[in-house]
């Protein structure tokens, strides 16, 4: 079973950047796509962004692009979220999640492991 940790949530104020890492202690996330996801409470788990590991080719929603920026570091197996300019309308958990399809999808039934979450809440 794939094991992913999510790390770097917390409560920040609007305008301010958190950093967020996945890692996965039993999978090289190297093989596929690795996703981050967000889920309001009320709300849907939503795409935010994507990186297929091989190339560095990467895929956000358009509320977070030019924002945040996903980043694969080989040497730690991790897949680090950097969030700027964050407000309210970025709150939720947010979890990584991977594929092993090469491509970069958004569907969260595209991915078949996820972390358990780490919690993001942006002050106005």
């Known amino acids: 079973q794939v094991r992913l940790i999510e790390s770097g949530g917390g409560v920040v104020k609007s305008g301010d950047s958190l950093r967020l890492s996945c890692t996965s202690s039993?999978?090289?996330?190297?093989?596929?796509?690795v996703g981050w996801f967000r889920q309001a409470p009320g709300t849907e788990r939503e795409f935010v962004a994507a990186?297929?590991?091989?190339?560095?080719?990467?895929n956000y929603t358009d509320s977070v692009r030019g924002r945040f920026a996903i980043s694969r570091d080989y040497a730690s197996n991790t897949v680090r979220l950097q969030m700027n300019s964050l407000t309210p309308e970025d709150t939720g958990v947010y979890y990584c999640?991977?594929?092993?399809?090469?491509?970069?999808?958004?569907?969260?039934?595209?991915?078949?492991?996820w972390g358990q979450g780490t919690q993001v809440t942006v002050s106005s």
């Open positions: 039993t999978r090289p996330l190297s093989r596929g796509v």
């Open positions: 999640a991977v594929s092993s399809d090469w491509r970069l999808v958004r569907a969260p039934t595209d991915y078949p492991d």
């Open positions: 990186i297929r590991w091989r190339d560095g080719t990467t």
